[in-house]
């Protein structure tokens, strides 16, 4: 079975011009700003955040950091339930912290209970790429550069220099993390879960579900120890 990047529960400073790689968490948390700011890029979009911003992240969604040169103060808290976005704002982020300090549990109740949906800022095309390709993950990478005058070549670099992932790569995350979901909450069958979310045949939905999360479609179909949403 794969392995994950752990999550360190509570709070972490991270200094200046600080870049983290691609990783993967097997188990959704929030990420507090406190203080300074950093740009996230990962399976939901590229974030850029600041203190009181929150980054919501479901389980086995990929991103890497990097970080401002005044660095960041993140508050990291586990979470019970799937995520429904990524991206919210706290009114009172020292607040949160201060639970924090005494229940981690509390805090991450408290922070959900106060949370505010942001709508991500697309500033350049390969965000509006990954955005179209979290919409559709089956989108043709072809007839997305021709409809924005772009030669493919250039698209799979300049994405892969934000994502770390070319777009493909990214496409098949998006694609499996939807399948899973429907796996996972979703009585139909398994041949019907691959057919509806673009897979060619159900052996190829087992692969790509099995090399996001290090387990085959039937050990969500038995065993869901949280609640993965659906996709709007």
């Not at 009181?52 to 993140?74: I, K, N, P, T, Y």
């Not at 998006?174 to 673009?198: K, M, P, T």
């Not at 052996?203 to 479609?217: D, E, I, K, N, Q």
Request: charged share 25%.
């Amino acid at each position: 079975m794969r392995e994950f990047a752990p999550i360190l529960e509570g709070r972490e400073n991270w200094h200046g011009r600080c870049n983290i790689p691609r990783h993967r968490h097997a188990r959704p948390y929030a990420a507090l700003v406190l203080s300074g700011g950093y740009e996230e890029s990962g399976n939901l979009g590229r974030y850029r955040v600041r203190s009181g911003q929150v980054l919501l992240h479901r389980s086995f969604d990929a991103h890497l950091d990097r970080f401002e040169a005044r660095g960041a103060g993140v508050l990291n808290l586990l979470l019970k339930e799937e995520p429904l976005f990524g991206l919210a704002c706290v009114e009172d982020p020292d607040a949160i912290a201060r639970i924090a300090e005494r229940d981690a549990a509390a805090a991450a109740a408290a922070l959900q209970a106060r949370l505010e949906r942001v709508e991500p800022v697309v500033t350049d095309w390969p965000d509006l790429l990954a955005q179209d390709l979290i919409e559709d993950p089956q989108l043709r990478l072809d007839g997305w550069a021709r409809r924005y005058g772009l030669a493919q070549e250039s698209v799979s670099r300049g994405f892969k220099k934000v994502f770390s992932a070319s777009p493909a790569g990214f496409r098949a995350e998006a694609r499996a993390q939807v399948a899973l979901a429907r796996i996972a909450n979703d009585s139909v069958s398994l041949a019907r879960v691959a057919a509806e979310a673009g897979f060619a045949d159900q052996s190829h939905m087992t692969r790509a579900v099995t090399a996001l999360t290090g387990r085959p479609p039937g050990h969500w179909r038995r065993s869901n120890p949280f609640k993965i949403p659906q996709p709007p």
